[in-house]
């Protein structure tokens, strides 16, 4: 409730200095129209030529591309205003400047503010620099001749004006209340600053000898500049456009967030923007199933589509292959989330893109500006961080609340450290893996197990397995981990095996890895390194990833069979997995959830589905193993179902590979 009173009160703060600078500068440029009035009868014609030729230039604006940042506009005017305040005082200068900022407002479609405050800002300087100019030679002319003293005023002048003109900008900020000196200085110290200090330091070259005709061919020079601008600034956009689908790439978002959010005038002191991260699924699979021509074709597809959920002043720009930004300016969360929704609905629409039809799957992240950050990559982690969120819950659309800040920055912690302990060595014993017996009920021996990963965090301690596994699905680092279970799994098997002991090991599997062109590869070639048969291990696939399935699934899943590596259906009953679904995939075994089989002994219904599920595997011919045996009755009326596997603490509960091997020996029904 604190939050928006006190943004209240910045806001009042801002607007206040504003109202106080505009009125100090209008003041000023309201008491300089009567003597410049008196002074237009008499004016000669070079201070005609220099007034129109400074309204002119602003209507073909000078910018200097930068590399990082927005292009710097640059008031090419100040040049001839300055030498006109030097020659014939500020109160002219004042108001050709003030109909210079008009001509550029008017070109550029501002708000008035930004001519107001502009205007009140260059005011102020010249009045400033005027002043200096008095007290430095005691006269508001230079003359023609640049003597020693007028040298002092060729130096000294312009600089007053400069720390005038930069201390109305430094004013206004400090009265935004935010960290908006280094993003102010930063961009722009080299490029804006130094640079309209070069422009004040032209006026002395026209006041040394102030002809018509010298006036009218400095006309030259400055149209060269407007060209070469118009030129870079040409070039400046290409470089910001991603080559394949013309949207704008990381830099040109980067800059655009910039033009916005920094301190430039006061209507962006308190500004306000909205940032959607669009991950679209299964790109990559229509890359490699149709080629990367129809996959850009698509993207371009979607951004016309986002464009038309858009307002006309949105920015929209992709990041990544599969990963849009749109920017809404001025947008409250609320918008936000308004558009974010409506871009949702269009996506589910079928796109076709030459000839073929495509359903496109979307997750969105929501950031706000400055709530969630004023820079490009602190407001896509932001978003990002709310697609993970987004996917642990099952949600097409996510912001991060700020209540559920501290949380979101727990997980990304989390995430940070989980890929740490997957791939620095130093931290590789604090990931393990634990071995839970497989069971054949009907004979009690064992005849394979399960691999458990767990993890013991040097500061948080034993992680919560689902926590782990949650926080690693949201992002690339499941795949890893993946591999390392493998990893440690085989290198047990191997051992195993040289004490005697021959299992089969199940191993659990992501929808990513496999979605993954290159996990079938990554599988072989760690069977090959450890000298571990295929027919030793078993991948458990999800019925999510079943359900989600698509042709590098598909591929996966044969080329994998094919070298001979089990497929096992996991937690079967609590997806959406259907019979056909089952019967296209090449499974070899399937894993009926505990939440049916922990209530067999009391519900009646319970009893039926596990009885229906396990006959139907057994039609199929499919291993069929229970999870979550706790007792004695349990597993008896399971052995009476059928041949019937049995998983859970009845029989063993998880063990490190070398407890397994003593655990086993000392059972009476030995394998």
């Not at 209540?403 to 912690?413: F, I, K």
């Not at 079967?572 to 090449?586: D, E, K, V």
């Amino acid at each position: 409730m604190t939050r928006p009173k006190a943004t209240s009160r910045k806001a009042l703060v801002v607007w206040g200095t504003y109202a106080v600078i505009v009125a100090t500068g209008s003041a000023l440029v309201l008491l300089s129209i009567p003597s410049t009035f008196r002074f237009l009868p008499e004016a000669p014609v070079e201070f005609w030529l220099l007034s129109i030729l400074a309204l002119l230039v602003e209507l073909s604006p000078l910018t200097i591309p930068h590399q990082r940042r927005q292009p710097t506009r640059l008031a090419v005017s100040l040049s001839l205003t300055f030498a006109i305040m030097l020659l014939w005082g500020s109160a002219v200068a004042i108001v050709v400047q003030t109909l210079a900022v008009g001509v550029a407002t008017l070109r550029e479609r501002r708000p008035w503010t930004d001519f107001a405050f502009d205007a009140a800002r260059f005011s102020l300087a010249f009045q400033a620099a005027s002043w200096a100019e008095g007290r430095i030679g005691g006269e508001s002319t230079l003359g023609v001749d640049v003597d020693e003293f007028g040298l002092a005023t060729v130096l000294l002048v312009p600089l007053v004006w400069f720390l005038v003109d930069n201390g109305v900008i430094a004013l206004i900020l400090t009265a935004a209340g935010r960290a908006s000196w280094r993003r102010w200085l930063g961009p722009s110290l080299y490029y804006y600053q130094a640079a309209t200090a070069g422009l004040l330091m032209l006026a002395p070259a026209l006041i040394v000898a102030p002809t018509g005709w010298a006036v009218a061919l400095l006309a030259i020079p400055l149209a060269l500049f407007g060209l070469v601008s118009r030129v870079l600034r040409a070039q400046g956009r290409d470089l910001n456009r991603d080559p394949s689908s013309q949207l704008q790439n990381i830099r040109g978002l980067a800059d655009s967030v910039d033009r916005l959010l920094i301190p430039g005038s006061p209507t962006s002191l308190s500004p306000r923007l909205g940032l959607l991260l669009v991950r679209l699924s299964g790109l990559g699979d229509i890359t490699n199933t149709f080629g990367r021509l129809v996959s850009e074709h698509l993207v371009d597809r979607v951004g016309e589509l986002l464009t038309a959920d858009t307002s006309s002043d949105a920015i929209i720009g992709r990041v990544a292959s599969a990963d849009i930004v749109v920017l809404l300016p001025k947008a409250d969360l609320g918008h936000v989330q308004h558009v974010a929704d409506r871009i949702t609905r269009s996506l589910m629409a079928p796109i076709d893109v030459d000839g073929v039809v495509f359903v496109v799957r979307s997750t969105i992240g929501i950031a706000t500006a400055p709530a969630d950050g004023t820079e490009l990559g602190t407001l896509t982690a932001q978003a990002e961080r709310a697609i993970m969120e987004a996917r642990r819950t099952g949600a097409m659309v996510r912001t991060i609340p700020a209540g559920d800040e501290v949380e979101a920055r727990r997980r990304l912690s989390l995430l940070t450290d989980l890929r740490a302990s997957i791939e620095q060595p130093e931290h590789a014993d604090e990931l393990y893996v634990l071995y839970q017996p497989q069971v054949r009920i009907e004979d009690g021996h064992v005849i394979g197990v399960e691999a458990l990963v767990r993890w013991r965090h040097p500061d948080r301690g034993l992680v919560d397995t689902t926590d782990m596994i949650l926080t690693a699905e949201a992002s690339g680092v499941i795949q890893l981990l993946t591999l390392r279970v493998l990893d440690d799994v085989l290198a047990q098997l191997d051992a195993w095996k040289a004490a005697g002991l021959r299992l089969r090991v199940s191993v659990n599997a992501s929808a990513k890895d496999f979605a993954s062109r290159q996990f079938a590869d990554q599988v072989q070639r760690r069977l090959i390194r450890h000298a571990v048969g295929p027919e030793e291990l078993e991948l458990e696939i999800t019925e999510s990833a079943l359900v989600t399935a698509s042709p590098s699934v598909d591929r996966t899943v044969a080329d994998l069979v094919a070298m001979g590596v089990g497929l096992s259906l996991d937690d079967f009953g609590t997806g959406f997995a259907s019979l056909q679904q089952i019967r296209r995939y090449p499974l070899s075994e399937l894993k009926i959830d505990r939440s049916y089989v922990a209530a067999i002994t009391t519900s009646q219904a319970d009893r039926a589905m596990v009885t229906a599920i396990s006959q139907l595997a057994f039609e199929l011919g499919l291993r069929v193993v229970a999870e979550g045996i706790e007792d004695a009755g349990t597993a008896q009326l399971l052995d009476e179902i059928g041949p019937i596997i049995g998983q859970g603490w009845h029989f063993g509960h998880p063990m490190p590979g070398p407890d397994l091997v003593a655990w086993i020996h000392a059972r009476p029904d030995r394998t």
